[in-house]
């Protein structure tokens, strides 16, 4: 059960229970209110609240100062305290309090969210339950303001309807789809961060408790078991799958399409310094923007192979482990994808190899003897052309 | 010779020859657009040449037809050096000798100094007999390469990957300077070099005219004079 629905089901119980035992019990004290005493003033169209404000909520049954407790006596003060929900939502009011919501003035209280009086059950669809009404409650506010971490909440919300998160809570009707909360959390916020590796290690749970068989496969990873040592460079879901931006290997945009992979893995594998701290080499996107897979994939053809098509995308290891996909022992396999026939020529190759003299020495020294020849080339034209130039300009006949 | 007032030709080319030379220069271009959008494919003007050949599936096809176009020019320029005399004539002329050497130096010296006697060329200039050297080479190494290059799954089951790669090497740095001689000093050459400007026209019509014929290839134009005259 979440906590959602047992608190609304304590809260049906207590409406229950309580509505007679405040009728029975209350005249033995200083006579609390009823709400036909409630109902005395809050009469009329012209009054801001009606005495059956509830009628229709989750809330319908209580009595208008079980919330209003600070009325005691009628007639109350103009405007009452703030209604406290508490006494039935302690959790979830605990939780609030330790939220960035309540620590400035003006954030979202209860009622921002949840509605006041008109407090509808999980089914309704004016629900916060309900994603699309959290896209719609958290951008009353969020839109308009600048986020925590730079950047407008405008352009997290817009970024989020064309997700394919969002296409599916919004368009489709999936209310399963995660929205705000979902991954925010509802009453304690900032639940998963993106910075340290322990909540990294979380978001990655958080993403698996639907995505079940990626986590599962990520789990196997040399990312997951970075992220493990307490890593905080290693990727999680979102370095590679992006956040509200998220979208499906063919979504516009996305950054696990296989044009993009070059790119979302070059983030870190391109960085010199990033690799530097893992001791990895930096030049591996490089050699394969050279290569002819390089090329043919940036030229659109998507048979080309990836940084995936090889490396595998959640469960990638390094060469070494011999489960990695480009471990020699499973590279005729993993080659064999695409190149049916390959055989030791792939398993005996090495991959990646820049031309340099550290890398493929023997296409490095032919390079450069190139380089040398075609300078002596070029110096012999340049000569040839000057001693033309120059007996011309002398007057001599130049065509002999 | 000729009427009053105009010059004569001199036939440098036959029929033959300027077909060949055509089929050449329709392969050489094929293979230098197609070969160098693919070495430079992350220019601007590279991926223009891709997307005219019709991507990259287009340009192998365009690089291939032009292999296979030099290929023959060349399997065809062998047999016939050996087999016709005329062409036994030419290959003759055209093998390198010491003399070639010093003649070119002689030239050269000639050019800045102006001292000593202009030197006498032959059918074919040191210069011309240099460049053809070196493209001739060059077609049996980017021939090698090339067909190693060509399907890598055969390849790689002949040979190491490294030696694939060491290929892929040769072949893109190799057709560097083939570009260079070809594209840079043979237009050069023919077409503003030695009073050629604005070009020879002996690829076309295979004459070229008396005067300049026998300016640079004196030697040649002597012997000639000599041929006719006894």
Same mark, same amino acid.
């Given at each position: 059960?979440?906590?959602?629905?047992?608190?609304?089901?304590?809260?049906?119980?207590?409406?229950?229970?309580?509505?007679?035992?405040?009728?029975?019990?209350?005249?033995?004290?200083?006579?609390?209110?009823?709400?036909?005493?409630?109902?005395?003033?809050?009469?009329?169209?012209?009054?801001?609240?009606?005495?059956?404000?509830?009628?229709?909520?989750?809330?319908?049954?209580?009595?208008?100062?079980?919330?209003?407790?600070?009325?005691?006596?009628?007639?109350?003060?103009?405007?009452?305290?703030?209604?406290?929900?508490?006494?039935?939502?302690?959790?979830?009011?605990?939780?609030?309090?330790?939220?960035?919501?309540?620590?400035?003035?003006?954030?979202?209280?209860?009622?921002?969210?949840?509605?006041?009086?008109?407090?509808?059950?999980?089914?309704?669809?004016?629900?916060?339950?309900?994603?699309?009404?959290?896209?719609?409650?958290?951008?009353?506010?969020?839109?308009?303001?600048?986020?925590?971490?730079?950047?407008?909440?405008?352009?997290?919300?817009?970024?989020?309807?064309?997700?394919?998160?969002?296409?599916?809570? =919004?368009? @489709? &009707?999936?209310?399963? /789809?995660? +929205? !705000?909360?979902?991954? $925010? *959390?509802? %009453? #304690?916020?900032?639940?998963?961060?993106?910075?340290?590796?322990?909540?990294?290690?979380?978001?990655?749970?958080?993403?698996?408790?639907?995505?079940?068989?990626?986590?599962?496969?990520?789990?196997?990873?040399?990312?997951?078991?970075? =992220?493990? @040592? &307490?890593?905080?460079? /290693?990727? +999680? !879901?979102?370095?590679? $799958? *992006?956040? %509200? #931006?998220?979208?499906?290997?063919?979504?516009?945009?996305?950054?696990?399409?296989?044009?993009?992979?070059?790119?979302?893995?070059?983030?870190?594998?391109?960085?010199?310094?990033?690799?530097?701290?893992?001791?990895?080499?930096?030049?591996?996107?490089?050699?394969?923007?050279?290569?002819?897979?390089?090329?043919?994939?940036?030229?659109?053809?998507?048979?080309?192979?990836?940084?995936?098509?090889?490396?595998?995308?959640?469960?990638?290891?390094?060469?070494?482990?011999?489960?990695?996909?480009?471990?020699?022992?499973?590279?005729?396999?993993?080659?064999?994808?695409?190149?049916?026939?390959?055989?030791?020529?792939?398993?005996?190759?090495?991959?990646?190899?820049?031309?340099?003299?550290?890398?493929?020495?023997?296409?490095?020294?032919?390079r450069v003897f190139y380089i040398g020849f075609i300078a002596v080339l070029v110096l012999g034209f340049v000569l040839h052309i000057l001693a033309e130039m120059f007996a011309r300009a002398k007057g001599r006949k130049v065509v002999r | 010779?000729?009427?009053?007032?105009?010059v004569?030709?001199v036939?440098r080319m036959?029929?033959?020859q300027r077909?060949?030379h055509l089929?050449l220069m329709?392969?050489v271009l094929?293979l230098v657009l197609?070969g160098l959008?693919?070495a430079y494919?992350?220019q601007?003007w590279?991926?223009?040449?891709?997307?005219?050949?019709?991507?990259?599936?287009?340009?192998?096809?365009?690089?291939?037809?032009?292999?296979?176009?030099?290929?023959?020019?060349?399997?065809?320029?062998?047999?016939?050096?050996?087999?016709?005399?005329?062409?036994?004539?030419n290959?003759?002329a055209s093998v390198p000798k010491c003399s070639d050497v010093k003649a070119g130096w002689a030239g050269f010296l000639w050019r800045m100094t102006g001292k000593g006697e202009a030197p006498k060329y032959g059918h074919y200039t040191p210069m011309q007999k240099f460049q053809y050297w070196l493209i001739f080479l060059g077609c049996?190494l980017m021939?090698?390469?090339?067909?190693?290059?060509?399907?890598?799954?055969?390849?790689?089951?002949?040979?190491?990957?490294?030696?694939?790669?060491?290929?892929?090497?040769?072949?893109s740095s190799e057709a560097q300077w083939a570009f260079i001689i070809l594209l840079v000093w043979h237009l050069w050459d023919v077409h503003v070099a030695s009073g050629n400007f604005p070009m020879n026209p002996a690829w076309i019509t295979?004459r070229m005219r008396e005067d300049l014929y026998r300016a640079q290839h004196e030697g040649e134009w002597?012997?000639?004079?000599?041929?006719?005259?006894?």
């Amino acid at each position: 059960m979440t906590p959602y629905r047992s608190a609304i089901s304590a809260l049906l119980a207590g409406a229950l229970l309580l509505a007679p035992a405040a009728a029975t019990a209350a005249p033995a004290k200083a006579k609390a209110p009823t709400a036909a005493d409630c109902a005395g003033c809050h009469e009329g169209a012209d009054k801001p609240v009606k005495a059956d404000a509830l009628k229709g909520s989750v809330h319908e049954g209580l009595s208008c100062v079980d919330c209003h407790s600070d009325i005691k006596d009628l007639p109350h003060a103009d405007k009452p305290a703030r209604a406290d929900c508490s006494p039935c939502h302690a959790q979830a009011v605990t939780d609030w309090k330790a939220s960035p919501h309540a620590a400035k003035a003006g954030g979202a209280t209860c009622a921002s969210c949840h509605g006041s009086h008109q407090v509808k059950p999980a089914s309704d669809a004016e629900s916060i339950r309900k994603g699309i009404r959290q896209v719609e409650v958290c951008g009353t506010c969020h839109a308009k303001r600048p986020g925590p971490h730079g950047g407008t909440g405008e352009a997290w919300i817009m970024n989020y309807r064309n997700s394919v998160h969002g296409d599916a809570v =919004l368009n @489709k &009707g999936m209310n399963v /789809a995660p +929205s !705000c909360a979902t991954c $925010h *959390g509802a %009453h #304690t916020l900032h639940a998963l961060s993106t910075k340290e590796a322990p909540s990294k290690v979380k978001v990655a749970e958080h993403c698996g408790s639907c995505h079940t068989q990626a986590l599962s496969s990520f789990k196997a990873s040399a990312h997951y078991a970075a =992220l493990q @040592k &307490g890593l905080a460079g /290693a990727p +999680s !879901c979102t370095d590679c $799958h *992006g956040e %509200h #931006t998220i979208q499906g290997p063919q979504g516009p945009g996305s950054p696990v399409a296989p044009l993009a992979v070059p790119q979302t893995c070059g983030k870190c594998h391109a960085d010199k310094a990033a690799m530097a701290n893992f001791g990895l080499p930096s030049d591996r996107v490089a050699t394969f923007t050279d290569s002819y897979h390089g090329i043919a994939l940036k030229e659109g053809d998507l048979r080309a192979a990836n940084c995936a098509s090889c490396h595998e995308n959640h469960d990638v290891l390094p060469a070494s482990d011999r489960a990695s996909s480009v471990n020699p022992a499973n590279l005729e396999k993993t080659c064999g994808k695409c190149h049916p026939k390959a055989g030791k020529g792939f398993s005996e190759a090495k991959f990646h190899q820049a031309v340099s003299p550290q890398g493929a020495r023997g296409a490095w020294f032919v390079r450069v003897f190139y380089i040398g020849f075609i300078a002596v080339l070029v110096l012999g034209f340049v000569l040839h052309i000057l001693a033309e130039m120059f007996a011309r300009a002398k007057g001599r006949k130049v065509v002999r | 010779m000729t009427e009053k007032g105009t010059v004569g030709t001199v036939e440098r080319m036959t029929r033959a020859q300027r077909l060949v030379h055509l089929a050449l220069m329709v392969a050489v271009l094929m293979l230098v657009l197609s070969g160098l959008a693919l070495a430079y494919h992350d220019q601007g003007w590279a991926r223009a040449l891709i997307t005219l050949m019709g991507g990259l599936g287009g340009r192998n096809v365009v690089h291939r037809t032009g292999a296979v176009l030099l290929v023959l020019v060349f399997v065809y320029h062998v047999v016939a050096t050996n087999v016709s005399a005329r062409h036994q004539q030419n290959a003759l002329a055209s093998v390198p000798k010491c003399s070639d050497v010093k003649a070119g130096w002689a030239g050269f010296l000639w050019r800045m100094t102006g001292k000593g006697e202009a030197p006498k060329y032959g059918h074919y200039t040191p210069m011309q007999k240099f460049q053809y050297w070196l493209i001739f080479l060059g077609c049996l190494l980017m021939g090698l390469s090339g067909v190693v290059l060509w399907s890598p799954r055969v390849s790689l089951e002949l040979f190491p990957k490294s030696f694939f790669d060491l290929m892929l090497v040769v072949h893109s740095s190799e057709a560097q300077w083939a570009f260079i001689i070809l594209l840079v000093w043979h237009l050069w050459d023919v077409h503003v070099a030695s009073g050629n400007f604005p070009m020879n026209p002996a690829w076309i019509t295979g004459r070229m005219r008396e005067d300049l014929y026998r300016a640079q290839h004196e030697g040649e134009w002597e012997s000639m004079q000599k041929g006719t005259k006894e």
